[in-house]
């Protein structure tokens, strides 16, 4: 029975590794056939031994049973990690379609960055956000780390829309970049506030080649869960994308599962 033993060991282990890595369908297909290959192997050898075993001292069936019930374990990992590999390349496609219908739109982002675009007309735009009214000490530098302007804003509770024209404490306009602002806010009686801000911008591409897809917004490549909000209209693509994306976590929860 140790020759047995011995096959289909080294036909397990090797097909589990490569069910337990993040190969290719090509590396997974090759696994298979592995697996089909030595499974008829053990099989030839299970039955020449049944056929030759000595009728005083027969073979102990639990052992090859087990074996069996290895061989069929470990190729139905392999069926399962293909079937999730054609669901990942499904959903994928489904996200960079949705993704694609977001350029143009102007969307929320979390993040302290925005841009400013004299050429346009442009300014810099940021969302602050505070839990209770409070004035907010604002700074903001330019990608060099340069303090182009400070000053006060009145926050509301709330999302509160900031602006900078980009016209700096000396009177000066700053050149066409982006820049990065910090809040630090106190309420009436003087006390600490934290505030939250997210920049502003509109999706003048997506990177496919990321996964998922990436949006370029602002100069900058986003995730798109970082997407708080979007205007223009394309909140159906939002919603759209965000139903896709819990379609695929909802697939893959169930087929770790099974595994």
């Given amino acids: ?16 590794a490569a ?4 190969s290719s369908s090509s590396a997974t297909s090759a696994a298979m056939q592995s697996i089909s290959g030595n499974f008829d192997t ?22 090859f049973t087990q074996e069996l019930v290895e061989f069929a374990s470990v190729e139905q990992q392999v069926d399962m990690n293909t079937n999730m590999q054609t669901l990942i390349s499904m959903q994928s496609t489904t996200e960079a379609t949705s993704a694609l219908q977001l350029v143009g739109s102007t969307v929320t982002i979390g993040g302290t960055t925005s841009s400013l675009s004299n050429a346009t007309n442009t300014p810099a735009t940021w969302s602050i956000t505070s839990p209770s009214a409070a004035t907010g000490n604002v700074t903001i530098t330019s990608s060099a780390g340069t303090t182009a302007y400070t000053g006060t804003v009145a926050l509301n509770s709330g999302t509160n829309t900031y602006t900078w024209n980009g016209v700096g404490n000396n009177g000066q306009t700053w050149p066409d970049g982006t820049y990065t602002i910090s809040v630090t806010a106190t309420n ?20 496919l080649s990321t996964n998922p897809p990436t949006l370029t917004v602002n100069g900058q490549n986003v995730p798109i869960s970082q997407i708080t909000s979007i205007t223009n209209g394309s909140t159906g693509s939002l919603s759209s994308l965000n139903t896709s994306i819990n379609n695929l976590n909802s697939a893959l929860g169930t087929l770790n599962q099974l595994l």
Avoid at 188 to 207: I, K, M
């Fill in 42 to 63: 053990f099989l030839q050898l299970l039955t020449t031994q049944l056929q030759n075993q000595d009728p005083l001292d027969p073979m102990d069936t639990d052992s």
């Fill in 19 to 22: 069910t337990g890595s993040s």
């Fill in 188 to 207: 009436a009686s003087g006390q600490a506030v934290t505030v939250s801000t997210q920049q502003q911008g509109t999706v003048t591409g997506v990177n």
């Fill in 1 to 16: 029975m140790s020759t047995v033993s011995t096959a289909v060991n080294s036909a397990v282990n090797a097909a589990t």
